[in-house]
């Protein structure tokens, strides 16, 4: 086999096209790979982003406010949150609501977490609107009760893509006070 001087023209031009060959094979091969193939309107590229949310007893925000036990007794709670998908309301994704609330006489808290909905169940007023409820009417996660503990209730409320992505996460707080 005939090596080629290094310094030959015809040398340098078999380099070069071997090295453009070589930058073109892997061009082509990024573009058409999938893995990096995103659009906006691509659901991996989707940004869903929770724009709201609020605890309300008796329709009333109650969202960073301290109250004694018993505020709103006879009311439910009623857990609301707004989700967007690429600036534009987000029905049909998936909303949770986390809760860490006291357990009392210093007991740790009691942590849980339950699905929100945009069905027009669950105390969802529209469904498909992008607004997703859920309505405590039993005081299993609120702060209304009569009975209820003193110490911080704290609601984490967030998105889930149904590709499984989460969108930012809002916390609420309400503080109860013994009467």
């Not at 991996?44 to 309300?56: H, I, K, P, R, Y």
């Not at 339950?114 to 669950?122: A, F, I, P, R, Y």
Request: hydrophobic letters at 30%; charged letters at 20%; glycine letters at 12%.
């Amino acid at each position: 086999m005939k090596h080629q001087d290094p310094s030959s023209s015809l040398f340098r031009t078999s380099m070069l096209t071997i090295v453009t060959a070589a930058l073109l094979v892997l061009t082509l091969g990024a573009c058409s790979s999938g893995s990096d193939s995103s659009s906006p309107t691509d659901p991996a590229n989707a940004e869903l982003t929770m724009t709201s949310a609020d605890v309300l007893v008796s329709g009333q925000s109650v969202a960073g406010q301290t109250f004694s036990q018993g505020h709103g007794e006879g009311s439910s709670t009623r857990f609301e949150a707004e989700l967007m998908l690429n600036g534009q309301m987000a029905p049909g994704q998936m909303a949770w609501l986390e809760f860490d609330r006291p357990m009392g006489m210093g007991m740790m808290h009691h942590t849980g977490r339950v699905q929100l909905h945009d069905d027009g169940t669950h105390g969802d007023r529209v469904a498909g609107d992008g607004i997703y409820c859920l309505e405590d009417f039993k005081g299993d996660y609120g702060c209304h009760r009569a009975d209820a503990e003193p110490g911080e209730y704290n609601y984490e409320f967030y998105g889930e893509h149904q590709d499984g992505h989460e969108s930012n996460h809002m916390t609420v707080k309400v503080t109860i006070t013994g009467q």
